[in-house]
């Protein structure tokens, strides 16, 4: 299969990638679209075979669940038998944006799209192509992260080339994603919602319209949400976090870690080394929201210079900063 890779950066580009994408998706293709989050993996959400397919392109295990994206009210309720209030007056303050909503799955979502289990996340992405191509549909599209299974989340078209390359007919490009990690995921079935993915969206957010907030996941065999997985969001290189006092401690520690030249990526917010003795270090903004949104795509670099080793510095613990650590913990796990 030959990808097509289409832009967006004119009206006439744009109108004509959303075609293109409908036309797609209408016929139960997989398409690779941008979000203000990362590049989705989209398909028809009321299509089963269609679902399947973005299953067999990642390579994902059929018990992780997928997100579903829709681009207004009414489509959210289809998704659900039983709307939550709370549902509501989340939505009313995040959406669009990158929150979503785990409720009750209506009948019209396939047993693929949630695991198999009794609900299903809901999403509106703030994005404008997005938006479009649902609205050009008239369906909500089931839309993972477009790359392989556990591995690196794309913030551009691409590292969705690169990721999947011919495995899909189209690639739509729509920059950079502007939020760079994934939606905060919020499961309100429950009297008190519960942070299942924490997120850009913070915990402190949530609870100022909620009021009382729990987190982490809860147990039993079936995933309400994408992201719980242990090993997740990874490199093909190691990560590490770790932090250090100066560059001395810091190359005592890579040294310690089995790293050598030219295979050692550096990635820090505050402490940078300056004088030549590691030779591939990046400094990212120390705010969280810049952070994100450089994250990925500095660890793509750090893939695609060959790196075997990626260090990234440790980040505060702080609210501001959950979704990043638990990206960062998830894909350092077994480093």
Not at 29 to 34: M, T
Request: charged share 20%; aromatic share 6%.
């Amino acid at each position: 299969m030959s990808v097509e890779i289409l832009p967006t950066h004119t009206p006439r580009h744009f109108h004509a990638a959303v075609e293109r994408a409908c036309d797609l998706l209408k016929r139960g293709e997989v398409v690779a679209l941008p979000t203000e989050t990362v590049y989705g993996l989209a398909a028809n959400a009321w299509d089963e075979r269609a679902v399947r397919r973005i299953y067999e392109v990642k390579g994902r295990p059929s018990t992780n669940p997928l997100i579903v994206h829709v681009a207004d009210g009414q489509m959210a309720s289809d998704c659900s038998q039983d709307w939550p209030d709370l549902a509501t007056r989340l939505a009313s303050r995040f959406w669009p944006g990158p929150l979503t909503l785990v409720v009750p799955k209506s009948e019209k979502i396939p047993a693929g799209v949630t695991a198999g289990g009794e609900t299903v996340g809901v999403r509106w992405p703030f994005h404008p192509f997005m938006q479009a191509v649902i609205r050009g549909c008239g369906f909500p599209l089931a839309a993972p992260s477009a790359n392989l299974a556990n591995q690196l989340s794309p913030t551009s078209a691409e590292h969705v080339r690169a990721g999947l390359g011919e495995r899909i007919p189209l690639i739509v490009d729509g920059g950079e994603s502007n939020v760079g990690i994934e939606s905060t995921v919020v499961d309100v079935t429950g009297e008190v919602p519960r942070i299942l993915r924490p997120g850009m969206i913070g915990a402190d957010e949530i609870a100022a319209v909620a009021g009382a907030v729990a987190r982490g996941g809860e147990g039993g065999s079936v995933l309400r949400s994408p992201g719980l997985l242990e090993k997740h969001y990874s490199p093909r290189a190691r990560l590490v976090i770790r932090s250090w006092i100066d560059e001395a401690d810091l190359v005592r520690q890579i040294g310690e870690l089995g790293g050598v030249g030219e295979e050692v990526w550096v990635i820090s917010h505050t402490r940078l080394p300056l004088s030549g003795r590691i030779s591939n270090v990046v400094m990212i903004p120390a705010e969280p929201e810049a952070f994100a949104r450089a994250l990925y795509a500095e660890l793509h670099r750090g893939d695609q210079a060959g790196a075997r080793l990626i260090v990234v510095e440790e980040v505060p613990v702080s609210g501001d900063w959950d979704g990043i650590a638990d990206r960062l913990r998830r894909a350092s796990s077994g480093g």
